[in-house]
């Protein structure tokens, strides 16, 4: 299985970027789906998560109103929709697959990750 991160860039603060995560090798319909970002300095943390099923998703409290996960099985993709865009949000962006299904907010619990798209938000 392999997941391919794009969609980041530079964006002004209160902008929008979506990320997408192009997952081969297996239907992305058998995994749960999450997003993670590291920021220099910083620890690597959640962002949002999505179930296999998609009937249930999950947020970190610093995105939530402001961030979509989405999935399209028919495309092999997962969506980050960020929208409001804070300097805060900086950081490298990582999708990731759970075979669990349950789309967690842990990252141990990921079996798969691509290699990170960078985002950042200039003021």
Not at 37 to 50: C, L, N, S, T
Not at 69 to 92: F, G, P
Request: hydrophobic share 35%; aromatic share 10%.
């Amino acid at each position: 299985v392999q997941l391919q991160a794009s969609g980041g860039g530079l964006v002004q603060a209160g902008g929008s970027l979506r990320l997408s995560c192009v997952v081969s090798g297996r239907t992305v319909s058998r995994y749960g789906m999450g997003w993670f970002r590291h920021a220099p300095g910083k620890e690597r943390e959640f962002v949002a998560a999505i179930s296999g099923s998609g009937g249930s998703t999950y947020y970190a409290d610093s995105v939530k109103g402001r961030f979509t996960i989405s999935r399209d099985n028919a495309k092999n993709t997962v969506y980050l929709q960020m929208n409001s865009l804070k300097l805060e949000d900086t950081a490298v962006y990582y999708c990731a697959a759970d075979r669990a299904r349950t789309g967690t907010v842990v990252a141990g619990n990921y079996d798969y990750w691509g290699q990170g798209t960078q985002v950042t938000v200039s003021s």
